[in-house]
Nanobody, 117 residues
């Protein structure tokens, strides 16, 4: 089990940018996949972006071309750079770690992202 702590959320105007950080208590290379999920009011949690230990990335169609996931293994930190933000991006964003290939085994506490004029 690993502790994941997100930071960087907040209020931003449409078209703006935010960079989320996820600090892990242990080595993130122990996990097959690191990622970000989000949940908006009235909606189920959805997978936003993932990155494998080998560096392969995957993005939800809704964010492809706007969001970038990356890692700094020496700092045990995962990032989500969010550009061209839209009101529909408003959600609580969760950092995740996968011991296996398909489902997260560890979750952060979440950080609120609000995109509004």
């Amino acid at each position: 089990q690993v502790q994941l702590v997100e930071s960087g959320g907040g209020l931003v105007q449409p078209g703006g940018s935010l960079r989320l950080s996820c600090a892990a208590s242990g080595s993130i290379v122990s996990f097959a996949v690191m990622g970000w999920y989000r949940q908006a009011p009235g909606n189920q949690r959805e997978r936003v972006a993932t990155i494998t230990r080998g560096g392969t990335t995957n993005y939800a169609d809704a964010v492809k071309g706007r969001f970038t996931i990356s890692t700094d293994n020496t700092k045990n930190t995962v990032y989500l750079q969010m550009n061209s933000l839209k009101p529909e991006d408003t959600a609580v964003y969760y950092c995740t770690a996968n011991r296996g290939l398909y489902l997260p085994s560890d979750w952060g506490q979440g950080t609120q992202v609000t995109v509004s004029s």
